[in-house]
């Protein structure tokens, strides 16, 4: 189309590489949701191939029992090995099982990635509240739809999942996490030019303190003059703390937001709690967490949840034109909008103490 008179002076003409123009960032849109489309056309596919529950062939003589006879056949015309065919046939019978899910997917409106990451999440349930879980989230994605709200990205799809499982099934929740809580470990794995991977499994609430705490120090040392980036000193830091333990490092504070209902916090009611930055977490690690620190009280309008006030008065400090917030109003906005509002933005607001950089200058 002709884009003559739609960008500013000075800007690189439109339609270049690095510049694209309206009309082809729509396009890739439109691919994307027929890839959607495509991908379940695939699934019914291999459902109909392969039947919608696993086919047991059973033992003939001296034959062994087979499982699913038509994962040869559709392994070879996939190019793919058995294992790698038994896998695509078990996701597409995961997929085909929760129509809600399948609907979008088909629609374009979730692509098929989010649909199986999101079926991945509710897989400790059972089928049934898999079903309730998938149904309200697909409700909303559709709301989002249809009122022209911004499309949520695959990772706020998956946050709403998880809150959404904490409301509907704490029992099963509680049970998986505790018998998750068994695999908890340490690995290591070799990588290249001499470094490796440390890798900690770790119950969600330990994981984040530590990784609060090795911020908070590496945010202290970010100007020491040695030109480390905060990841290079996280992970120098880590090393320190457990091979030298020097004296003050760790004994450097951090602030943990937790966000409980007071009849929960009571346990009067087991509704789940916020950890900021992380998500929800069941009612008796929000009850652990907020036994084990400072109290801040935060008042949430009570139709929607919405954090609307925090225990201290807001301040504002006029600067030529432009205003930084207060630490108040910082801790406000963190509490409302704890990840980045651009779209697709999936980067958390800091949520620690003293050391955590102020929000940037708003416009007046």
Known sequence: ADHSGEQMPGDPPLGLPGSPCACQVVLLAAWEAVASWVSAQQAHGLVTAAGPEPVIVPPVGASPGITDPAREEIAAALHLSPASAANRIHAARELTSHPDLLGLVSRGQLPGLSARLLLADVANL???AALEVTAAVAGRVQKRWLTGSRVWTCAEVRRTAKGI???????????????????????????????????????QEDGGRIWR??????????????????????????????LNNPTGAAATGV????????????GLAEDPGEVTGLGPVPAPVARELAADGTWRA??????????????????????????????????????????CRHPGGTARREAVGEVSPPLPGLRS
């Open 126 to 128: 059972d089928a049934e």
């Open 165 to 203: 499982k904490h409301n509907l099934a704490p029992p099963l929740l509680e049970e998986a996490r505790l018998s998750a809580r068994e695999d908890r470990r340490v690995e290591l794995r070799d990588e290249q030019d001499g470094m490796c991977e440390l890798l900690a499994l770790l119950p």
């Open 213 to 242: 705490r090795l911020t908070a120090i590496a945010k202290g040392m970010s100007d020491d003059g040695t030109g480390r980036r905060i990841d290079q000193i996280r992970a120098d830091t880590l090393t320190d703390l457990i």
């Open 255 to 266: 602030e943990v937001n937790v966000v409980v209902g007071l009849d929960t916090l009571l």
């Open 298 to 339: 935060w008042i949430t309008d009570a139709a929607s949840s919405t954090v609307i006030s925090t225990g201290s008065t807001w301040g504002y400090l006029p600067l030529a034109g432009e205003y930084t917030p207060g630490a108040a109003l910082a801790r406000l906005v963190r509490a409302r909008e704890p990840y």
